[in-house]
């Protein structure tokens, strides 16, 4: 399943038991953090007993003579784990600072209504349960890959008020957005970067909740920016009050090539041009639909009854931009498969099956979450780095996508600590529902 060139087979084993580690925290938090209460999701122990198992020496082991040195990953996750542990603290403090009370009647919110405020907290608390799981599997996971976690630090975020805490966790959650897309590339191992890319998504989750809460478009490009560990650094250091030594983040220069694509003969084309499948089955959607409904049709949907005049006047506007993106990553993946000597898809027929503006935004929540799992799923597959890059930010696009659409649709924005992957033939089955000859 991985290489030689990730490390050998020990390196492999304890790879993939990190993965299964980080899977399973990551998960279950979510879980417990987005379930309705009743326990009927409750996670099971088993994932968390593989977890402690691989981490745990039987009484018959003998201690080794020599350390194993880490992964080659392990300097990308522990940068990873440097800004989660910020994010976790952040929270976790926060939230133990302001009651749901202080929270529901900020100044920032004043313009929503009843039900979208009391949904603020919870939310908050769920953001945090999510950065403490990833904490956990970053921290799980770079141990089992002989490296030394970089520690919690100390820090300020000097908020005092409830709409400052607001504004804070907006810059951190864009930034953690930033900052994944700049660091996906470096990872060598095809299951970490498979994590990566579904922690990634999920911060752009919550960053498009943040933005939204901030009265900022959820989505303000079609591509999200990548940033490089300099310039996240020195963000992150507004923050932080001991300072930080860049050097746990150094890399070999003798570091193997990345896996992507090492178990795959699907050519960059080949990736793009099934990319450029979802984009115009979403560009249709989008374009057709708004050109169907009116604006006042939208923003009187019944799926959108328990929202305030402020949110439902903006839905329109939000979906207008949502389609622009979708325009635009046709437009970009077309071009970019001509570059490469290869002939783009062209868009299909296609019968969405919506009679109402409420079915109409149900649709559009499954193709949005429907992208996110595929652009995750075809991570790996992809050699050629620019083409990778664009890719994962075009992924994390789609999450803030699918997080608007969820809150439309009175769904949890971020229902998973990690968002899962789906594979070419899962995410093809999906989208057949809506191609017609």
């Known amino acids: 399943m991985f290489p030689s060139n990730s490390g050998g087979d020990?390196?492999?084993?304890?790879?993939?038991?990190?993965?299964?580690?980080?899977?399973?925290?990551?998960?279950?938090?979510?879980?417990?953090?987005?379930s309705g209460g009743d326990g009927t999701e409750t996670p099971t122990d088993e994932p968390m007993a593989t977890m402690t198992d691989t981490a745990t020496p039987t009484p018959t082991e003998e201690p080794t003579a020599t350390s194993q040195p880490a992964a080659p990953d392990v300097p990308v996750l522990n940068y990873a784990l440097t800004l989660e542990h910020l994010e976790n603290v952040f929270y976790r403090d926060g939230l133990e600072t302001f009651s749901d009370d202080e929270l529901m009647n900020a100044d920032a919110l004043s313009s929503f209504n009843e039900t979208v405020r009391m949904q603020v907290p919870e939310y908050l608390r769920?953001?945090?349960?999510?950065?403490?799981?990833?904490?956990?599997?970053?921290?799980?996971?770079?141990?089992?890959?002989?490296?030394?976690?970089?520690?919690?630090?100390?820090?300020?975020?000097?908020y005092e008020t409830p709409s400052e805490f607001f504004a804070v966790g907006m810059a951190l959650e864009n930034t953690?957005?930033?900052?994944?897309?700049?660091?996906?590339?470096?990872?060598?191992?095809?299951?970490?970067?498979?994590?990566?890319?579904?922690?990634?998504?999920?911060?752009?989750?919550?960053a498009?909740?943040?933005?939204?809460?901030?009265?900022?478009?959820?989505?303000?490009?079609?591509?999200?920016?990548?940033?490089?560990?300099?310039?996240?650094?020195?963000?992150a250091g507004q923050f932080v009050t001991r300072e930080v030594d860049p050097s746990a983040y150094e890399l070999d220069a003798e570091r193997p090539t990345h896996d992507r694509k090492a178990e795959n003969d699907t050519s960059d084309v080949d990736v793009l041009n099934?990319?450029?499948?979802?984009?115009?089955?979403?560009?249709?959607?989008?374009?057709?639909?708004?050109?169907?409904?009116?604006?006042?049709?939208?923003?009187?949907?019944?799926?959108?009854?328990?929202?305030?005049?402020?949110?439902?006047?903006?839905?329109?506007?939000?979906?207008?931009?949502?389609?622009?993106h979708e325009a635009a990553h046709v437009s970009a993946l077309g071009d970019t498969i001509e570059q490469l000597g290869g002939t783009p898809v062209e868009e299909a027929n296609y019968d969405f099956g919506y009679?109402?503006?409420?079915?109409?935004?149900?649709?559009?929540?499954?193709?949005?979450?429907?992208?996110?799992?595929?652009?995750?799923?075809?991570?790996?597959?992809?050699?050629?780095?620019?083409?990778?890059?664009?890719?994962?930010?075009?992924?994390?696009?789609?999450?803030?996508?699918?997080?608007?659409?969820?809150?439309?649709?009175?769904?949890?924005?971020?229902?998973?600590?990690?968002?899962?992957?789906?594979?070419?033939?899962?995410?093809?089955?999906?989208?057949?529902?809506?191609?017609?000859?």
Do not use: W
């Not at 939204?212 to 079609?222: K, S």
């Not at 639909?289 to 019944?302: H, I, V």
């Open 355 to 437: 009679e109402t503006p409420s079915e109409f935004l149900g649709v559009a929540k499954a193709l949005e979450n429907t992208g996110v799992a595929a652009y995750a799923g075809a991570a790996g597959t992809v050699s050629a780095d620019a083409v990778f890059e664009a890719a994962i930010s075009i992924h994390s696009v789609e999450a803030r996508h699918a997080s608007f659409l969820n809150e439309l649709n009175v769904d949890s924005p971020f229902p998973n600590g990690v968002d899962e992957p789906m594979t070419m033939a899962e995410v093809r089955e999906v989208a057949s529902q809506f191609i017609v000859e």
């Open 274 to 324: 099934y990319a450029l499948t979802l984009e115009h089955l979403e560009n249709a959607f989008y374009r057709d639909g708004l050109a169907g409904f009116s604006d006042e049709e939208l923003m009187n949907a019944d799926v959108l009854s328990d929202y305030g005049t402020a949110v439902r006047e903006k839905v329109p506007g939000h979906l207008a931009m949502v389609g622009d």
């Open 176 to 206: 953690g957005v930033a900052a994944y897309a700049g660091a996906a590339p470096k990872v060598v191992n095809n299951e970490l970067l498979s994590v990566a890319a579904g922690i990634h998504s999920v911060e752009a989750r919550h």
């Open 10 to 34: 020990d390196d492999s084993r304890r790879t993939r038991r990190g993965f299964l580690g980080t899977v399973a925290v990551a998960s279950a938090v979510g879980l417990a953090g987005c």
């Open 126 to 158: 769920t953001v945090g349960a999510h950065e403490q799981a990833h904490v956990e599997a970053l921290s799980a996971t770079i141990e089992e890959l002989d490296g030394e976690p970089i520690p919690e630090g100390e820090y300020e975020f000097g």
């Open 208 to 235: 498009a909740f943040l933005n939204l809460v901030n009265d900022r478009a959820p989505f303000p490009n079609a591509v999200d920016e990548a940033k490089s560990v300099d310039e996240v650094l020195e963000i």
